[in-house]
Structure formats: structure tokens, C-alpha cells
């Protein structure tokens, strides 16, 4: 008689864990769309402190140089930016295979 209560709330208890463990593996589990969002977030946020810091550097170097090499060097950027205006950041391939999201 003993034995069998002993047996029977063994199996309770293992029933209990079991179904608490399954449990918090479906909680887990984030649908692809979520998983997606998320690491295009955290990648706009790596590039944000990305741009941040090359900003700083750049504006570093430039207070390094001379007048006239400050001259030339915004000189030059003007050029570049009127040749690039027109063009795309990504090359044709990148923009081809690259996913795009739907909400965008």
C-alpha cells in the first residue's frame, strides 16, 4: 500500500515537471517575423553608433589639418557627393537578393 502511494506520487511530481518544462519551452519560442524585426533593430542600432563614431573620427582628422587642406578635402566632397547623387548605396546584385521586409 505504501509502495504504491510512493509510486503514485512520483508519477504526479514527474507529470508536473514535465508539463512545467514544456511549458516554458513554447514561451521561448518567438515567431520568425519577431526574430526578424528584432535583428533588423539591433543591426539599425550597431550601425547608428557605427556612423556616430566614423562622424567623430572624421571631424577629428579634419581639425588636424591645415587650411587649405580643409579647403580641398570639403572641395572634393562636394564632387563626390554630386557624382554619387544619382546612384544606388547597394550594387545591382545586393539589391536583387537582399529580403525586404513587408512593412517597408
Known amino acids: 500500500m505504501f ?7 512520483i508519477l504526479i511530481l514527474a507529470c508536473f515537471a514535465l508539463g512545467s518544462q514544456s ?8 515567431s ?18 557605427h ?6 573620427k572624421r571631424k577629428k582628422h579634419q581639425k588636424l589639418q591645415d587650411k587649405e587642406t580643409k579647403k580641398r578635402m570639403k ?3 562636394r564632387q563626390s557627393k554630386r557624382i554619387r547623387r544619382d ?3 547597394k550594387n545591382f546584385f545586393q539589391r536583387l537578393f537582399t529580403k525586404k521586409p513587408k512593412g517597408r
Open 3 to 9: 509502495k504504491r502511494k510512493f509510486i503514485l506520487n
Open 23 to 30: 511549458l516554458l519551452a513554447q514561451e521561448k519560442k518567438k
Open 75 to 77: 572641395r572634393t566632397e
Open 51 to 56: 556612423d556616430a563614431k566614423l562622424d567623430e
Open 32 to 49: 520568425p517575423k519577431k526574430q526578424y524585426k528584432e535583428f533588423m533593430k539591433l543591426q539599425d542600432e550597431r550601425d547608428d553608433q
Open 87 to 89: 546612384k544606388h548605396k
